[in-house]
C-alpha cells in the first residue's frame, strides 16, 4: 500500500514572505524546495530574520539556486557565523528542475520566490513561483481591482 502524501505546502511558520512578487508577476506555477543552509542560517531563520525581497532563483549547470537572498549573521554565532547574502542551493528532484529549467529558457519565465517557512517537520522550505513579469498597465488594472473589491467590502458591509 502506497503511503500517504504529505498536504501541500504545510507552512507552520512563515519566517519570510516577499510580497510584492504578486504585484509584479503573472503567478504561473508553484513548486516547494528545500534549502541547503548551514548550522547559523537555520538559527537565524529560527528567530525570524530574513528577507527575499529582492530575491530571485536561477538554474545553474542543472542545479537551482537562490540569488541575493538576505539571512542576517546570527547574533550568537562568533567566528562559525555565515555569509548573510550567499546564493543558496535550492533542493528540487530532477523533473522539477527540468520542468523550470525547460519554462526558464524556452518561455521567458522568472524563478521568483514567494515565502520562506518551516514545515510540519522542522525543514526551512522556499515556495517558490514559476512567473510571467507584468506590464505598467497590468499594475494599474490589479491595482483597480483590489481597490474595488475594497469599495465592494465596505459597501456590503455599511449594507448589512
Same mark, same amino acid.
Given at each position: 500500500m502506497a503511503r500517504p502524501k504529505p498536504p501541500v505546502f504545510d507552512k507552520q511558520k512563515t519566517v519570510a514572505e516577499n510580497r510584492r512578487a504578486r504585484f509584479d508577476y503573472h503567478i504561473e506555477d508553484k513548486f516547494e524546495a528545500g534549502l541547503a543552509l548551514h548550522g547559523t542560517e537555520v538559527k537565524a531563520l529560527r528567530a525570524g530574520q530574513a528577507t527575499i525581497a529582492e530575491s530571485y532563483a536561477e538554474v545553474k549547470d542543472g542545479e537551482v539556486w537562490l540569488i541575493n537572498s538576505n539571512i542576517p549573521e546570527y547574533s550568537h554565532g562568533n567566528r562559525l557565523n555565515h555569509e548573510p547574502r550567499r546564493p543558496r542551493k535550492l533542493l528540487l528532484n530532477a523533473r522539477e528542475i527540468g520542468k $523550470?529549467?525547460?519554462?526558464?529558457?524556452?518561455?521567458?519565465?522568472?524563478? $521568483?520566490?514567494?515565502?520562506i517557512y518551516f514545515n510540519g517537520t522542522g525543514r526551512a522550505k522556499v515556495e517558490l513561483a514559476l512567473a510571467k513579469g507584468k506590464q505598467a498597465h497590468d499594475k494599474r488594472a490589479s491595482v483597480k481591482e483590489r481597490d474595488w473589491k475594497r469599495d465592494k467590502a465596505r459597501l456590503m458591509r455599511d449594507r448589512s
Open positions: $523550470v529549467f525547460g519554462a526558464v529558457e524556452r518561455k521567458g519565465m522568472t524563478l $521568483v520566490p514567494l515565502s
